[in-house]
């Protein structure tokens, strides 16, 4: 008996422990405690996230939770002049990130994530993906608008993340690009092959993508062509993968026309069809 009020006793410390940690950063602004999705922030995404205004209802429901749970559990942190992070800025990027979630309800919520750094603009930093930029600019060629690190932080630029919300429709999205990248790493691997539902899943997926990034590969060093998908993709399988997911969430209905295959690996893995979400707008 002894032996088992000690043990409750530390479990009543721990969680005790774990209570007043949570306080701590919910108190310095880095996390919110919040029990619902207040209405003041749907009017935030109806104006500032293109994509959500075609969410169908019930996955904007599942939105509204992910998000919820998202700002109370991932940190913000202010970086490169930014004084504080605004209920706009957790809510842009956690609408946006958790997008890539509403059709998988299994998937843990960014295990690996433990931060988002939030610079006003483009940074210098070591990251991964430039937007705009001359290859021949010494100057700006180390400037970042956002990167995922597998060590449990993205780096985003507020700047970008609002750009990439409004346009719903030139396949460029800096959250939803970095945040396919936390999905990716998150069995550690940072491949390109996010971890699929059912191992008989990896080999229809492996040669469709590496067929699909082989084409872009070939496209980017061709001169003439004009690819669907953004040439950064030809980086790597992973940068594919991360682009891929831009264009299907945000150029739904032209990746399906002429990247049918790739369109449905994307589908399967989402478990969402973001080109009748268009449709379904469209027929109302």
């Not at 205004?53 to 940190?75: A, C, I, T, Y």
Request: with cysteine.
């Amino acid at each position: 008996m002894t032996g088992i009020l000690i043990a409750l006793a530390g479990l009543a410390l721990l969680g005790f422990a774990a209570w007043k940690a949570r306080r701590a950063r919910v108190e310095a602004g880095l996390v919110l405690d919040v029990d619902a999705f207040p209405p003041e922030w749907e009017d935030i995404l109806d104006h500032r996230f293109a994509v959500y205004r075609r969410l169908p209802d019930e996955l904007r429901e599942r939105l509204h939770e992910l998000v919820r749970d998202f700002v109370n559990e991932k940190q913000f942190e202010p970086c490169g002049g930014i004084r504080e992070i605004s209920e706009e800025m957790r809510v842009l990027v956690a609408a946006q990130a958790c997008l890539l979630l509403v059709g998988r309800p299994k998937e843990r919520l960014f295990p690996r994530l433990r931060s988002i750094l939030m610079y006003p603009r483009a940074f210098r930093d070591r990251g991964r993906r430039m937007f705009g930029m001359e290859d021949g600019d010494d100057t700006e060629r180390d400037i970042r608008l956002g990167e995922s690190w597998q060590t449990g932080s993205v780096i985003l630029s507020w700047q970008s993340v609002k750009n990439g919300a409004l346009g719903e429709d030139d396949g460029m999205n800096v959250v939803l690009h970095e945040f396919a990248h936390q999905l990716d790493q998150a069995d550690g691997a940072g491949d390109g092959v996010p971890a699929l539902d059912a191992a008989g899943e990896y080999q229809d997926w492996e040669k469709i993508m590496s067929r699909e990034y082989d084409a872009l590969v070939d496209e980017a060093n061709n001169p003439r062509a004009d690819p669907l998908l953004d040439p950064y993709g030809a980086t790597n399988p992973a940068e594919f993968f991360a682009v891929a997911t831009e264009t299907f969430f945000e150029m739904p209905e032209d990746l399906r026309d002429e990247h049918p295959e790739l369109y449905g690996e994307l589908r399967d893995y989402y478990g969402v069809d973001p080109a009748a979400w268009t449709r379904q707008r469209q027929s109302r």
